[in-house]
Nanobody, 122 residues
Framework: VQLVESGGGSVQAGGSLRLSCEAS????????MGWFRQAPGKEREGVAA????????YYAVSVKGRFAISQDNAKKMLYLQMNSLKPEDTAMYYC?????????????????WGQGTQVTVS
């Protein structure tokens, strides 16, 4: 499985960005898909996750109501729409694929990771 993120950049506080993650194979339709972020000097944290089998979504408290995770199975794409961005959202953002089908959430076991895309909010 290969994951390639894009869509990061620099934006002013209050602005929006949409991150994209292109996935190889058919895992995007069967396994939990998630977005994570890591800021310098901080631990990686789960931002959002999506379980395709039932459409369940999971969000960190810090982003709920501002971020939205979605996917397009036909295009094998995962998205993260980020609105009302804050300086504390600045981080490297990664997409990931869950290890076990049916298991999902921000603390699920994720087996494959992309290289990340940088988001900077000033």
């Amino acid at each position: 499985v290969q994951l390639v993120e894009s869509g990061g950049g620099s934006v002013q506080a209050g602005g929006s960005l949409r991150l994209s993650c292109e996935a190889s194979g058919d895992t995007i339709s069967r396994y939990c898909m998630g977005w994570f972020r890591q800021a310098p000097g901080k631990e990686r944290e789960g931002v959002a996750a999506f379980l395709p089998s039932d459409g369940s979504t999971y969000y960190a408290v810090s982003v709920k109501g501002r971020f939205a995770i979605s996917q397009d199975n036909a295009k094998k794409m995962l998205y993260l729409q980020m609105n009302s961005l804050k300086p504390e959202d600045t981080a490297m953002y990664y997409c990931a694929v869950g290890r076990f089908s049916g298991q999902c959430g921000l603390r699920a076991d994720f087996a494959h990771w992309g290289q990340g895309t940088q988001v900077t909010v000033s």
